[in-house]
T-cell receptor, first 113, second 113 residues
Framework: QKEVEQDPGPLSVPEGAIVSLNCTYS??????FMWYRQYSRKGPELLMY????GNKEDGRFTAQVDKSSKYISLFIRDSQPSDSATYLC?????????????FGTGTQLKVEL | ETGVTQSPTHLIKTRGQQVTLRCSSQ?????VSWYQQALGQGPQFIFQ???????GRGNFPPRFSGLQFPNYSSELNVNALELDDSALYLC????????????FGPGTRLTVL
């Protein structure tokens, strides 16, 4: 079993829809949770960064962390064709220094006109 | 502020050869991490460098090695290339001690024939 599980999709939605992307994890030591967006053949771009449980909002994006369920989500409101990309969740433990990131496989999202 | 840069963009090698990939960290960042991303997968942690020393390593064989220089730039060296080494190699920089946020470069796409 992988430490981080993510549905690879593809997920296809109409423009303007609310998108929900999710990851589950098995390592209870994970404390930091991130969402990256990756366009085809490009490097990942950091979208959201959260620590421990709770919600964080940034523009059209909302990240939720539920540590009791080992479940994180990213919501995208008013989705646009430019949001079409692969979304990667990533996590790290609190070790007091630089940490490695453990990624999910990524969910491919397509927002159609 | 300058972002993370990587060179070369693309590289084609044959099995058994050696390769060196380069990374310049984001301005002000002192930690560099390297990841391997196979097609359709999330990035896998190779190792991290801080103060010119390896600071954590993933499940990769010793033929994967690295360096960090006083200006925080870094190299990834892979010896005795195998077909399975074909992947996108990503460099990420961060500021140790303040956060776990890692910012990625565009990657180097390595093809091993």
């Amino acid at each position: 079993q992988k430490e981080v599980e993510q549905d690879p999709g593809p997920l296809s939605v109409p423009e303007g829809a609310i998108v929900s992307l999710n990851c589950t994890y098995s390592n209870s030591a994970f404390q930091y949770f991130m969402w990256y967006r990756q366009y085809s053949r490009k490097g990942p771009e950091l979208l959201m960064y959260t620590y421990s449980s709770g919600n964080k909002e940034d523009g059209r994006f909302t990240a939720q962390v539920d540590k009791s369920s080992k479940y994180i989500s990213l919501f995208i409101r008013d989705s646009q064709p430019s949001d079409s990309a692969t979304y990667l969740c990533a996590m790290s433990t609190s070790t007091g220094g630089g940490n490695k990131l453990t990624f999910g496989t990524g969910t491919q999202l397509k927002v159609e006109l | 502020e300058t972002g993370v840069t990587q060179s070369p963009t693309h590289l084609i090698k044959t099995r058994g050869q050696q390769v060196t990939l380069r990374c310049s960290s984001q301005s002000g960042h002192n930690t560099v991490s390297w990841y391997q991303q196979a097609l359709g997968q999330g990035p896998q942690f190779i190792f991290q460098y801080y103060r010119e020393e390896e600071n954590g390593r993933g499940n990769f064989p010793p033929r994967f090695s690295g360096l960090q220089f006083p200006n925080y730039s870094s190299e990834l060296n892979v010896n005795a290339l195998e077909l399975d080494d074909s992947a996108l190699y990503l460099c990420a920089s961060s500021l140790r001690g303040t956060s776990n946020e890692q910012f990625f470069g565009p990657g180097t796409r390595l093809t091993v024939l």
